[in-house]
C-alpha cells in the first residue's frame, strides 16, 4: 500500500523520541544502564523553566502508578502536579527499581522516590539559604518557589536549571510527617487518562520505527505441554509464494514471516503451511485434577503450629472438603506487540514489560549479546495483569530482526496470545478445619497442588532448543500463609505444599493475585460451613476469630459498605427458579488485607450464576491516591466475578483449545455487577499493594453467596452453567 | 491485487492503494496513521477496532476496505467534530462529551478497549439520548474490558447523557 499524501511519506513512520528536554543532559540515555541509584541526578532533574522530571522504575500498567508516585514526589517537593512529569521506562535512562510485581510500586518505590525527593529539597534549600541569605529553616516552599520572611523569592528552576546535583542519595534527608500531607492521600486525577481519551496515547501497538517490517509467528493453533515446544516435521514456503514482499524466517523450531505490509504478513502467516508433530503431550483438562492429586511432589511445610489433626479430630464442629481451581489466562485485551532493531553489536527492542531490566538479561541471552549491548524501552500495552506474553514477544521480535537483518514490528495474534500465554496454574486444594461450641476456630489445615511458573519463553525453547524450567519456590507460587486461614486467631495450623513438577503441564506464571482466588475459594469455604454448623453469621462468625485490627477494620468495612444484617447462611433456601444469596469472604495477596461482601442471583433452572452486588474492602495501609485504589478495587471486583463465573482455559491431549474471546469467555456488559469500593486508610502504616488483594476476598464471598443462595457448595470454579447444574442435583 | 481506493475519514478524503480485501483497520493504523482503532481480536469479538461508518459503529478488524469506499468514515480522533456538526455547533469541543464523561469519571484503567467504548457509546446516544442503565448495558454489551471498568463507563456514559441534553 502506499499513499497519497507528501507530509506521510516525508513522516514516514511515527518515531518515537524522548522528550527534546533529555538532550541537555549530554550523558542521559547515551549508555547503558542502570544509572547509579546513589546518585540523586538518576531519581530526578530540576529544570530551568521550574517544572522537574522524575525518573521512575516502575511501570504504568493502567493502574495508575505513573500519577501516584509523581504525587509523592510534589508533596516531598513543594511542587504542583502540574510542574512534574515522568519519562517512559529505558535501562538507559530509569533507575532500577526491581520490575512492576506484586502491586508494590508504591510500597517498594514510594520510598525511594520519597527520599530521593526529600533529599533534592534539602539540596535545594540549602542552595537557596545561601542566595536568599536567610537560613534554612526560615525558608517556604510552594509550586517549587522558595520565599525567604523578607518576602525575597527563588525559583527551584533558578537555583539549579538543567544542572546536575552532582549530590550522593544517602537516603537520610527527613521525609514529612504525614500530618502535613496536602498531595499524597487524596484523589489526584490521573496524568494519562486525557490522551488515553483522545487518542493520542502511544501504546506499543502503535510504536513504529522507520523502515521496518511488519512480522507475525507462525505456530501450532494453541500450546502443548510445556517442555515439549512445537517440532516441525515440514514447511513449504512456496506456500506463500502468491505474497509478494512476504518471506519465512526460521531458527530451529521458531517460524515467522515478515512483509513491508501488515495485513500481507497476517495473510503469510495463515497461510504457510508447517506441518507440526500433534504427539499428544497433556492430560486433557478432564484428566487434569486427577493427574496434578496423583504426581510425585516435592512437599514442604509452610507453617505449623501446635497440633492440627489432634485439634480437628477432637473438636465437636469440623468440615473438610476439597476444591479445584482451573488455569486462566491473562488474556491482555491487545494482544502482546513488539519493536525490535537487532544489529550484529545492539539491539533496540520496545515492547510492555513489567521490568526491563529483567527482559535485557533474557534478549541478551538469546540474541547472543551482552546485556549492555541491549537497551529496553517500556510502552504501555493493555492491561497485563501479570506475566502475559510480552517477554515472549520482545524475543520473538528481535529474533525475527536479527534473521531479517532489519527493524521488526510483531504483533501476537489473538491466537497466539490465548493460545501460548504462560496461564495462571491450576490448583486442588484440600482444607479440613475445626471449631469449638463456643464458635472458636481451633484447628486448620490447608493442602496445596501446583506447579510453579515457567522461566523459560516459548520462543527461545524454539529457536534454540534451551531446556524448559521453572522458576525456583517463591512464595506467590506456594500455599498462602495469609490468604489460607491467616487472618484468623488459630492455635492449631498445619499448611504443606505440593510442589507438582510443571514440565507436561501448561506454560504457567504470575497471574493476577496469584492462586489466592483458589485459596480463598477453597479456605473461606470451609469457614463459612463452620459458621453454618454452628448456626452462626458468618461475619458474626469471623469477628469471633480474629484478633488483628486491620483484618477486623477491612471485614468491618466491607460489612458496613453492604449493610450486612446478621443471619446464619442457607436460612432462607428456596425452591423458587431464581434465588438470591450473599456472603463474605476475606483474603489478601501477600500484603495488605481484603474483604468483600457479594450479593449474588441463581436461574435455579438453566443454572446461569451472576453477581449484582459487590463490595471490596482494603487497607494497604498509607493510600496515596485513593481514587485509583477505589477504581483497583472495581477493577479486581469484576474480574474476580468473571474468573469465578466465566473463565478457563480449555486443553485436549494435544493442546489449548482456549483461542479467543469465544472458547475463553469473559464477564460482559449485561453480567457486570454493581460494585461499591471501600478504602481503609491509615496514613501512619507503610504502604502496601492495592492492585490485586480484593480478588480473593471476592471469590470467597462469591462461592459463600453461592451456599447461601442454595444450601449447596460449589467445589470447582469457573461456576458455569453446567457445573452449576450438576452441584444443584447433586444437592 | 492492489487498486486504488478513495476514503472519506474524519471528513478529510484519502486515496489509498490497497488489496480490496484488507481489512479497514490496516489502512487506518498504517496508512493514515491513526490511533484510536486498534487491533485486539481481528476476529470482530472485543471491540477495540470500533469506527462509525455513516454513524453506525463496525468493526474496523473485519470490514474490508474497498466496502467502505466513499462512506463517512468517523474515528475517535473525529468524535468531537461529528458531535458539532450533528449538534450545529459552530467549532467542535476539545472532547466529545463522552471523552470528558470518561474523563470526569476516572474510568479508564489501561484505556485499551476505550477506542470502542467510547465510538459505542457515541453511537448509542445519538440514537437514543437518554438511554436507561439496561439500555446501556445492552448496546455495550458487544464491548469487552479486561480491567473491569464497566461500572464506571456506565456512569460516564450517564453522565454524557445528561451533559448533551444540558447542551
Request: glycine letters at 10%; proline letters at 6%; a positive charge.
Amino acid at each position: 500500500m502506499t499513499l497519497r499524501r507528501d507530509f506521510l511519506k516525508a513522516g514516514g513512520a511515527l518515531v518515537i523520541g524522548f522528550p527534546l528536554r533529555n538532550l541537555l543532559f549530554g550523558q542521559r540515555g547515551s549508555v547503558a544502564g542502570p544509572p547509579d541509584a546513589k546518585q540523586v541526578d538518576t531519581w530526578l532533574a530540576i529544570h530551568a523553566d521550574n517544572t522537574a522530571t522524575v525518573y521512575i522504575g516502575f511501570a504504568e500498567l493502567g493502574q495508575g502508578n505513573s500519577t501516584a508516585l509523581l504525587q509523592v514526589a510534589a508533596e516531598e517537593l513543594d511542587f504542583d502536579m502540574s510542574q512534574l512529569k515522568t519519562v517512559r521506562l529505558d535501562t538507559n535512562i530509569t533507575p532500577n527499581q526491581g520490575g512492576t510485581y506484586s502491586s508494590a510500586s508504591i510500597q517498594r518505590g514510594g520510598p525511594q522516590v520519597r527520599t530521593a525527593a526529600a533529599e533534592a529539597r534539602q539540596a535545594l534549600l540549602r542552595i537557596a539559604s545561601k542566595k536568599l541569605s536567610a537560613p534554612v529553616e526560615s525558608l517556604t516552599v510552594a509550586r517549587g518557589i522558595v520565599s525567604a520572611p523578607g518576602g525575597a523569592t527563588v525559583t527551584y528552576g533558578e537555583l539549579v536549571g538543567d544542572k546536575p546535583f552532582h549530590l550522593a542519595f544517602t537516603g537520610t534527608a527527613p521525609v514529612k510527617s504525614t500530618a502535613t500531607y496536602k498531595i499524597v492521600g487524596t484523589a489526584v486525577p490521573r496524568n494519562d487518562l486525557p490522551d488515553k481519551v483522545s487518542g493520542k496515547y502511544v501504546y506499543m501497538q502503535h510504536a513504529r520505527v522507520p523502515d521496518m517490517l511488519h512480522g507475525r509467528v507462525v505456530r501450532p493453533r494453541g500450546q502443548g505441554a510445556y517442555g515439549a515446544g512445537a517440532k516441525v516435521i515440514g514447511l513449504d514456503e512456496a506456500s506463500i509464494a502468491g505474497i509478494p514482499g512476504a518471506r519465512v524466517l526460521r531458527r530451529g523450531d521458531f517460524i515467522g514471516v515478515v512483509s513491508p505490509n501488515e495485513w500481507d504478513a497476517v495473510r503469510a502467516a495463515r497461510q504457510l503451511k508447517v506441518k507440526w508433530d500433534e504427539a499428544p503431550t497433556l492430560t486433557g483438562g478432564d484428566g487434569m485434577f486427577d493427574a496434578m492429586r496423583a504426581a510425585r511432589t516435592d512437599d514442604r511445610i509452610v507453617l505449623e503450629r501446635g497440633n492440627a489433626a489432634d485439634a480437628i479430630g477432637a473438636a465437636p464442629y469440623k468440615v473438610s472438603h476439597v476444591c479445584h481451581a482451573p488455569y486462566q489466562s491473562h488474556a491482555p485485551f491487545a494482544p502482546n506487540c513488539a519493536v525490535a532493531d537487532v544489529k550484529p553489536d545492539s539491539a533496540l527492542t520496545m515492547c510492555s514489560t513489567q521490568d526491563v531490566y529483567g527482559t535485557r538479561a533474557t534478549l541478551a541471552r538469546v540474541l547472543g549479546l551482552k546485556p549492555e549491548q541491549v537497551r529496553v524501552q517500556y510502552y504501555e500495552g493493555s492491561g497485563t495483569y501479570g506475566h502475559s506474553c510480552y517477554d515472549d514477544v520482545a524475543q520473538a521480535a528481535s529474533l525475527l530482526s536479527q534473521l531479517a537483518g532489519k527493524p521488526v514490528r510483531l504483533q501476537f495474534m489473538r491466537w497466539d496470545e490465548h493460545g501460548w500465554d504462560n496461564y495462571g496454574p491450576a490448583h486442588v486444594g484440600e482444607v479440613r478445619a475445626s471449631a469449638s461450641a463456643e464458635g472458636k476456630i481451633t484447628g486448620y489445615e490447608y493442602e496445596g497442588w501446583q506447579h510453579h511458573w515457567s522461566a523459560i519463553e516459548t520462543s527461545e525453547q524454539l529457536a534454540l532448543g534451551k531446556p524448559a524450567a521453572e522458576w525456583p519456590p517463591a512464595s506467590a507460587q506456594q500455599v498462602n500463609p495469609r490468604c489460607c486461614g491467616g487472618m484468623y486467631d488459630i492455635p492449631n495450623v498445619r499448611l504443606v505444599n505440593h510442589h507438582v513438577d510443571g514440565l507436561g503441564w501448561l506454560k504457567a506464571a504470575w497471574l493476577r493475585s496469584p492462586l489466592d482466588l483458589s485459596f480463598s475459594f477453597t479456605s473461606e469455604q470451609a469457614i463459612d460451613q463452620l459458621a453454618f454448623l454452628l448456626k452462626l453469621d458468618p461475619y458474626e462468625f469471623r469477628r469471633r476469630n480474629i484478633k488483628d485490627e486491620r483484618w477486623l477494620g477491612v471485614l468491618d468495612a466491607a460489612a458496613k459498605a453492604a449493610n450486612w444484617a446478621p443471619r446464619p447462611a442457607a436460612v432462607k433456601l428456596s425452591r423458587a427458579k431464581t434465588v438470591t444469596g450473599r456472603g463474605i469472604g476475606m483474603g489478601t495477596h501477600l500484603a495488605s488485607y481484603g474483604a468483600a461482601v457479594a450479593e449474588i442471583e441463581i436461574d435455579r433452572a438453566t443454572g446461569k450464576v451472576a453477581a449484582k452486588h459487590l463490595y471490596g474492602a482494603i487497607d494497604a495501609g498509607l493510600v496515596v491516591n485513593p481514587g485509583n485504589v477505589e477504581s483497583q478495587i472495581g477493577g479486581q471486583l469484576v474480574q474476580a466475578a468473571s474468573r469465578m463465573f466465566k473463565e478457563e482455559v480449555t486443553f485436549s491431549k494435544t493442546h489449548v483449545t482456549s483461542l479467543d474471546w469465544a472458547s475463553y469467555p469473559v464477564l460482559r456488559f449485561e453480567e457486570c455487577p454493581r460494585v461499591t469500593p471501600v478504602v481503609v486508610q491509615r496514613l501512619n502504616e507503610r504502604s502496601s499493594g492495592a492492585g490485586e488483594e480484593v480478588m480473593a476476598a471476592a471469590a470467597g464471598a462469591i462461592a459463600n453467596a453461592f451456599f447461601d443462595a442454595t444450601g449447596v457448595r460449589m467445589t470447582e470454579f469457573p461456576m458455569t452453567p453446567k457445573r452449576v447444574l450438576a452441584a444443584l442435583a447433586r444437592g | 491485487m492492489a487498486s486504488e481506493i478513495k476514503l472519506k475519514v474524519n471528513d478529510r478524503p484519502w486515496i489509498v492503494t490497497a488489496a480490496p480485501d484488507t481489512p479497514l483497520l490496516y489502512v487506518l493504523l498504517n496508512e493514515l496513521q491513526l490511533q484510536g482503532p486498534r487491533f485486539g481480536c481481528g476476529l470482530a469479538q472485543c471491540g477495540s477496532c470500533s469506527v462509525l461508518v455513516n454513524g453506525v459503529e463496525i468493526r474496523s478488524c473485519v470490514t474490508p476496505v474497498s466496502a467502505v469506499q466513499g462512506k463517512a468514515i468517523t474515528t475517535l480522533e473525529g468524535l468531537p467534530a461529528w458531535y458539532a456538526a450533528r449538534k450545529k455547533l459552530r467549532a467542535a469541543p476539545a472532547l466529545h462529551p463522552v471523552q470528558q464523561a470518561m474523563l470526569d469519571e476516572q474510568a479508564v484503567q489501561c484505556g485499551y478497549c476505550y477506542n470502542g467504548m467510547i465510538v459505542k457509546a457515541c453511537e448509542l446516544l445519538s440514537k437514543t439520548p437518554r438511554p436507561t442503565e439496561a439500555q446501556i448495558r445492552t448496546a455495550m454489551n458487544g464491548h469487552l474490558c479486561r480491567c473491569g471498568t464497566y461500572p464506571r463507563i456506565i456512569l460516564a456514559v450517564q453522565r454524557a447523557s445528561r451533559e448533551m441534553a444540558k447542551a
